[in-house]
Nanobody, 124 residues
């Protein structure tokens, strides 16, 4: 079992920044690839970013590339998502996810555990 707890969401103006955090407990964190997804009202959950076990390989959705950065801290069992230059279209509930393997993945069905989500709202 892996427990995931997201934090860092909130309300920000367009052009602003937020940093999401996801604290993991349970399974050895170093053997778990991690990802971020988001879901806006009336839309399907979409991939945002992912990182492999070692942290040396990352992948991003085109819509966030260059603005968001995924990273992980093994000592703290935490994955981060600093988000810069936020846009109103980034408004969504953001979910942290963990996979029972080391390969970064871009599809929701490749992940085994999910956090409860944190709301990000970007005003224009």
């Amino acid at each position: 079992q892996v427990q995931l707890v997201e934090s860092g969401g909130g309300l920000v103006q367009a052009g602003g920044s937020l940093r999401l955090s996801c604290a993991a407990s349970g399974r050895t964190f170093t053997n778990t690839a991690m990802g971020w997804f988001r879901q806006a009202p009336g839309k399907e959950r979409e991939f945002v970013a992912a990182i492999n076990c070692g942290g040396g390989s990352t992948v991003y959705a085109d819509s966030v590339k260059g603005r968001f950065t995924i990273s992980r801290d093994g000592a703290k069992n935490t994955v981060y998502l600093p988000m810069n230059s936020l846009k109103p279209e980034d408004t969504a509930v953001y979910y942290c996810a963990a996979a029972l393997n080391c390969v970064r993945a871009t599809h929701w069905f490749e992940y085994n555990y999910w956090g409860q989500g944190t709301q990000v709202t970007v005003s224009s």
